[in-house]
């Protein structure tokens, strides 16, 4: 029998959102002590993953509007989890880098993460989750190939300046 590629694309594009939805993709997630949107949560950790990204690579990064990545930067600002650095040489240029506090809150909700998997999953066997895995990575692969090669990142200084002060 053939492969109906049309019927398998839609029944990978109807489980997404559920398996997210199960996984509490749009619930807001708390560590014990704090409560972040799974925004934040993204943000935290590509902030983490880059320390020194520009404002442009974060939006660029999580598939939001540059105003939308200035949004949920000043409010982890404001709760001391995410440190703002200007360019000396261009008052444009903002890098961005995890303070202590987000550094602890990134790897508590990375921790929460793996915990929520490990308790949806638990009951699979090692194969099952290495075919699981596997799958992930051909979608992430694909997807990524989909959209094109990433943003080109600031040359310059002040790129330099960024990466300089988010190793100090």
Do not use: Y
């Not at 404002?55 to 709760?79: N, P």
């Not at 990134?106 to 799958?135: C, P, V, Y």
């Amino acid at each position: 029998m053939a492969l109906d590629k049309d019927a398998v694309l839609n029944q990978i594009a109807d489980a997404l959102p559920e398996i997210m939805s199960r996984l509490g993709h749009g619930r807001p997630i708390t560590n014990g002590e704090m409560e972040l949107t799974i925004g934040q949560v993204r943000a935290l950790r590509a902030i983490g993953g880059e320390p020194g990204c520009t404002m442009g690579e974060l939006a660029h990064k999580l598939g939001i509007s540059l105003s939308a990545a200035t949004g949920l930067v000043d409010r982890l600002v404001q709760r001391d989890l995410v440190e703002r650095e200007g360019s000396a040489s261009d008052r444009r240029v903002v890098c961005l880098r995890l303070a202590d506090a987000g550094k602890r809150a990134r790897k508590a909700f990375q921790e929460e993460r793996r915990r929520r998997m490990a308790a949806a999953l638990w009951r699979l066997s090692a194969e099952d989750l290495e075919q699981i895995a596997g799958s992930i990575n051909l979608l992430r692969t694909a997807l990524e190939a989909s959209q094109g090669e990433p943003a080109a990142r600031p040359a310059g200084r002040e790129k330099e300046q960024c990466a300089k002060r988010a190793h100090s």
